[in-house]
């Protein structure tokens, strides 16, 4: 029963805001370096972060490991926090070259479990990235939850509020086939949804397209 109305929901939002072709990046080390760069920020900041690194030629495994962190934080300035999320990096890129000889394809040749429980032991890296990493650059089906989701998911009465991060994940992957490319676009459309109707404040909840199926709307309006 689950499973058909995360489905329901699925669909209707697919077909409101069509596919979002997330996540952006040209190759597996991009993506990565975007799952860490958009950490508190939003995506804009991340875009011009990148196009520095890639106007410096640096957008390359060898050429950011070579760089010094300090320089490096200085590229991704506009992704704010950079000094932390160059150090980030800089730990990340360690732990490629250190354990896979720099190749990302090989790290991600790891069982997801094993890859997961890496990632989440280095510093400055949490769940939603983690998750990010391995579903957008790994194609590993593990499904990202990020605040819109649980706040999406409350205000639909699927979830308490201030949910944890492993009830929520668990919640769609156990009720959602396992399929890699729907968890991509469903946590896609999710921000979307998010982003754009059901705000923290001021909610646009006669125009959103999960009215239907909102318990929310009606305290809003009541």
């Given at each position: ?191 979307a949804l998010?982003?754009?109707?059901c705000k ?23």
């Open positions: 029963m689950k499973q058909q109305k995360l489905m329901a929901i699925y669909h209707k939002l697919f077909e409101h805001f069509g596919p979002r072709g997330w996540w952006p990046g040209e190759s597996r080390l991009e993506i990565i370096l975007g799952a860490i760069l958009t950490q508190a920020v939003s995506w804009k900041n991340v875009e011009k972060a990148i196009a520095a690194l890639k106007e410096a030629r640096l957008l390359d495994f060898p050429a950011l490991r070579s760089i010094a962190e300090e320089e490096l934080a200085d590229f991704i300035k506009p992704a704010l926090y950079h000094r932390q999320k160059a150090r980030r990096l800089k730990i990340l890129l360690d732990f490629i070259a250190e354990n896979y000889g720099g190749d990302i394809d090989l790290m991600f040749s790891e069982p997801l479990p094993q890859i997961r429980a890496r990632l989440l032991a280095l510093w400055g890296i949490g769940p939603e990235t983690a998750d990010s990493i391995l579903l957008y650059a790994g194609n590993y089906p593990v499904f990202v939850v990020d605040a819109y989701t649980i706040r999406i998911f409350t205000r639909l009465g699927w979830v308490e509020d201030k949910c944890s991060y492993e009830k929520m994940q668990g919640l769609m992957q156990n009720h959602l086939p396992v399929d890699t490319q729907i968890y991509n676009e469903y946590h896609a459309l999710l921000v998010g982003a754009n109707y923290k404040k001021k909610a646009l909840c006669q125009e959103c397209p999960l009215a239907e199926y909102c318990p929310y709307i009606r305290k809003v309006e009541g």
